[in-house]
């Protein structure tokens, strides 16, 4: 399988399922599932060559997880990272004591102030480990590392949720509970 051309499905899989499914006129349920053949056919009437081999090689092999199909392969969907309302259904869950976000240095002087905010997003996302938080703020720049005192989070009422792909999911993360 040429990587290129996964890398290029994968993200383009990203902007459809998690942000603007009316870039190819698709229609997502409640919970973000998208009919395959559905997502397959409007993908190729746009341009975007795609087929159920193809589809499954990224579902497989994407380095984050990022997509899930049901159980019977006629649905799939983002794990997170939505902008776009859905209800992944996820059970709360007891985070670990300490979790990362990996960010760039333009973003400190507000994390400072506000703490972590989700943005455009539906939740806060934090990783298991550092080397995972790097590789997620090497995406935009030199990356920092915040660590975050989850567990006391959690023993103050903050809710999390652990997505399929294990990334840990809040609402926010207030700057108290943030070591920089």
């Known amino acids: 399988m040429n990587e290129k051309i996964a890398k290029s499905v994968s993200k383009f899989l990203s902007l459809v399922l998690r942000h603007s499914p009316e870039t190819i006129g698709l229609k997502l349920d409640e919970n973000g599932w998208a ?12 341009g975007n060559q795609l087929d159920v081999d193809l589809l ?8 984050k997880k990022r997509f899930a199909f049901n159980e019977d392969k ?3 969907r983002a794990s997170q990272g939505h902008s776009i309302s859905v209800e992944l259904n996820l059970a ?9 976000h990996g960010t760039v240095g333009k973003f400190m002087e507000n994390i400072r102030k506000e703490g ?16 995972t938080a790097t590789k997620v703020g090497s995406r935009r720049g030199v990356p920092q590392i915040l660590t975050i005192r989850s567990g006391a989070m959690h023993k103050d009422g903050f809710i999390f949720y652990l997505s399929e792909n294990n990334v840990w999911l809040t609402d926010e993360v207030p700057a108290k509970y943030i070591e920089f």
């Open 56 to 63: 499954n090689y990224v579902v497989e092999n994407n380095d």
């Open 35 to 46: 009919d395959v053949d559905e997502l397959i056919v409007k993908c190729n009437k746009k």
């Open 116 to 131: 972590l905010k989700k943005m455009s997003r539906q939740h806060v996302h934090l990783s298991k480990d550092k080397e």
């Open 92 to 100: 709360e869950a007891e985070p670990l004591e300490y979790l990362y």
């Open 74 to 76: 006629t649905k799939i």
